[in-house]
Nanobody, 117 residues
Framework: QVQLVESGGGLVQAGGSVTLSCAAV?????????VAWYRQAPGKQREWVAS???????NSADSVNGRLTISRDAAQNAVLLQIDSLKAEDTAVYFC??????????WGQGTQVTVSS
C-alpha cells in the first residue's frame, strides 16, 4: 500500500509562486516509472499538468510551459512542483499520481491552490 500526500497549497497572489509537494509513504517515489501532477478547476475536468519519469524526463502542459519546475526531493521522498507567475486560471485542486506499473498506481488527496488577483 502506497500513500501520496500533497501539501503546499494555499492562497497566493497573482504573479507569485507556489511549491507543491507530493510525498510518498510506503515506497520510494524515485522508483516510480512516472510521477505526474494534475489539476482540477471548479466545474472543469481534471487535466494533466506535468510529469517526471524515473529516468528524469520532464514534460509539462502548454498552459504552464515556462512557468513550471518539476523535481525530486530525495530527502523528503517527494516530487515537487513549483509554478511561477501564477495566474487566476491556475486556481485548482492539484493532485499527484505515481505509477509503478499499469495496475499499480496511486493518487493523492489533492491540495488547493487559490490565486487571488
Amino acid at each position: 500500500q502506497v500513500q501520496l500526500v500533497e501539501s503546499g497549497g494555499g492562497l497566493v497572489q497573482a504573479g507569485g509562486s507556489v511549491t507543491l509537494s507530493c510525498a510518498a509513504v510506503g515506497a520510494r517515489i524515485a522508483t516510480a516509472a512516472v510521477v505526474a501532477w494534475y489539476r482540477q478547476a471548479p466545474g472543469k475536468q481534471r487535466e494533466w499538468v506535468a510529469s517526471l519519469t524515473r529516468g528524469g524526463e520532464r514534460n509539462s502542459a502548454d498552459s504552464v510551459n515556462g512557468r513550471l519546475t518539476i523535481s525530486r526531493d530525495a530527502a523528503q521522498n517527494a516530487v515537487l512542483l513549483q509554478i511561477d507567475s501564477l495566474k487566476a486560471e491556475d486556481t485548482a485542486v492539484y493532485f499527484c499520481n505515481a505509477q509503478w506499473s499499469a495496475d499499480y498506481d496511486w493518487w493523492g488527496q489533492g491540495t488547493q491552490v487559490t490565486v487571488s488577483s
